[in-house]
T-cell receptor, first 115, second 113 residues
Framework: NAGVTQTPKFRILKIGQSMTLQCTQD?????MYWYRQDPGMGLKLIYY???????DKGEVPNGYNVSRSTTEDFPLRLELAAPSQTSVYFC??????????????FGSGTRLTVV | ELKVEQNPLFLSMQEGKNYTIYCNYS?????LYWYRQDPGKSLESLFV?????AVKQEGRLMASLDTKARLSTLHITAAVHDLSATYFC?????????????FGAGTTVTVRA
């Protein structure tokens, strides 16, 4: 199993550009999440999805959009990139019942710099 | 809003000695997670604690949960260099149609000889 796969791993954007961070999971998990991690901080929730066609905002959704057309994919779109969006982005997924051993599975992250 | 506080934020450990990281959270939760993160890497799940009094151990790490005190501890026994990393606790709390996973700021551990 590949688990949660994120692409790209690194990206530099210019202010005002747009991009899509890709996230795919092959565990048939219903629930998927996007977090951002700023230096020296914990993770903050951007958006989440409880199933295909259903998305909802987290703590810090401004400047981002998501879609969930399939169970496997949960892309995160940045429109009009700003320096404040420089961060490491993690995608995560989990089973409906959260499980008892690991709970959430995280991808390897996308390190984004906006200059 | 659920707040999760870890302390200390930085911990310099001497090899062979024992240390504890504390995780306090502000509202009722039904489970607590501990994660490890190496520099530039993703989060690795260490423990999932499901109930009051839960204790889990893996190698030199032992985690416990006191839901009444809203406190979890991560105890490190006889620290070794391989344990250098950042450790996060995270707490699940019910949200509108899901659970919300809220993270502490992390404890950066450095183990020195």
């Amino acid at each position: 199993n590949a688990g949660v796969t994120q692409t790209p791993k690194f990206r530099i954007l210019k202010i005002g550009q747009s991009m899509t961070l890709q996230c795919t999971q092959d565990m048939n998990h219903n629930y998927m999440y996007w977090y951002r991690q700023d230096p020296g901080m914990g993770l903050k929730l951007i958006y989440y999805s409880v199933g295909a066609g259903i998305t909802d905002k987290g703590e810090v959704p401004n400047g981002y959009n998501v879609s969930r057309s399939t169970t496997e994919d949960f892309p995160l779109r940045l429109e009009l990139a700003a320096p404040s969006q420089t961060s490491v982005y993690f995608c995560a997924s989990r089973r409906r019942d959260r499980g008892t051993r690991h709970g959430y599975t995280f991808g390897s992250g996308t390190r984004l710099t906006v200059v | 809003e659920l707040k999760v506080e870890q302390n200390p934020l930085f911990l310099s450990m001497q090899e062979g000695k024992n240390y504890t990281i504390y995780c306090n959270y502000s509202t009722t939760s039904d489970r607590l997670y501990w994660y490890r993160q190496d520099p530039g890497k993703s989060l690795e799940s260490l423990f999932v604690l499901l109930s009051n009094g839960a204790v889990k151990q893996e190698g030199r790490l032992m985690a416990s949960l006191d839901t009444k005190a809203r406190l979890s501890t991560l105890h490190i026994t006889a620290a070794v260099h391989d344990l250098s990393a950042t450790y996060f606790c995270a707490v699940d709390s019910p949200a509108s149609n899901d659970y919300k996973l809220s993270f502490g700021a992390g404890t950066t551990v450095t183990v020195r000889a």
